[in-house]
């Protein structure tokens, strides 16, 4: 029951109107039994200040940040973590003792949640792309201690750019996706993320296309795990060719929901809510 004592959460970005992160977090947030509500708020990038200035005013008790505020937001905080300097790139804000934002990133822990299962140790991955979310998925690699990882995008400057912000951590192979190359990488390869656009669900983009185009993965063999962290459509195009190969295969769902619990926890000081909550809530939305 909302009251006029209820405090909120919301998700910040443009466009918010396909998100379903509202769906999951108000599933957790009824399940401890918060009076909190959970919504999301299209911002312009010019109003970006205003609305965080402005929220800390009122009773806003934390904040999710999507694109394309999750390197600008920065300026706006006066506590950042560790995990988010390196990703220059935060995604979760709270309000800290001295009422001012706290900010951290929870990509990370959300994308590697689905592999730590998996033995991955000294085994040899491919990331596709070389944007934002390139640079969570290479951090949480490094954390599984594969022992090869290579980038493979179509734009070289970003790529190179990628490679030097990880060059203390780890030696980065770096490649154009035309590059003749990359058909051992991927005969090879026992992991392949997706971390580019293509696939995904919107006006803008085809479905049925797989990212570089169908030549690329011809030597794509059953025994490598495929992971897209595209969740809409579900299964992708990539992940239905995948395992028509024979491969295992990861949608993007248990990175948005694992990450949403690490962001969760952070807003709560430590309360959790098992996986399947947030996970049924969004399944049964769909």
């Not at 999301?40 to 800390?56: F, M, Q």
Request: with cysteine.
């Amino acid at each position: 029951m909302i009251s006029s004592k209820t405090s909120f959460i919301a998700l910040i970005g443009n466009p918010v109107s396909h998100s379903l992160s509202p769906i999951m977090q108000n599933a957790a947030l009824q399940y401890l039994g918060l009076d909190l509500i959970y919504i999301a708020i299209p911002c312009k990038d010019e109003d970006l200040e205003l609305v965080l200035n402005s929220l800390k005013k009122i009773n806003c008790k934390g904040l999710n940040i999507t694109i394309p505020h999750k390197e600008k937001v920065f300026n706006l905080c006066s506590e950042i973590s560790p995990i988010a300097n390196k990703l220059k790139a935060i995604n979760t804000l709270k309000i800290n003792s001295e009422n001012e934002w706290s900010g951290t990133n929870t990509d990370v822990e959300g994308f590697i949640y689905p592999l730590k299962t998996l033995n991955l140790t000294k085994k040899e991955s491919i990331v596709l792309g070389s944007g934002g979310a390139a640079r969570s998925v290479i951090q949480g690699l490094i954390n599984l201690n594969l022992s090869k990882i290579s980038v493979i995008s179509r734009n070289k400057s970003s790529v190179d750019e990628l490679i030097k912000n990880f060059e203390n951590q780890i030696e980065l192979q770096g490649l154009l996706n035309n590059d003749i190359e990359t058909q051992n990488l991927i005969e090879n390869a026992d992991l392949i993320v997706n971390t580019t656009p293509v696939g995904m669900k919107t006006p803008k983009h085809e479905m049925n296309v797989l990212p570089y185009g169908e030549s690329f993965w011809k030597s794509l063999n059953s025994k490598t795990i495929v992971y897209d962290l595209i969740y809409n459509p579900a299964p992708t195009h990539l992940l239905k060719f995948s395992a028509n190969k024979g491969c295992i295969t990861i949608d993007g769902l248990q990175m948005l929901v694992a990450q949403g619990l690490k962001s969760l926890s952070f807003w709560t000081n430590g309360l959790e809510v098992p996986f399947h909550i947030m996970n049924d809530a969004i399944k049964n939305y769909l």
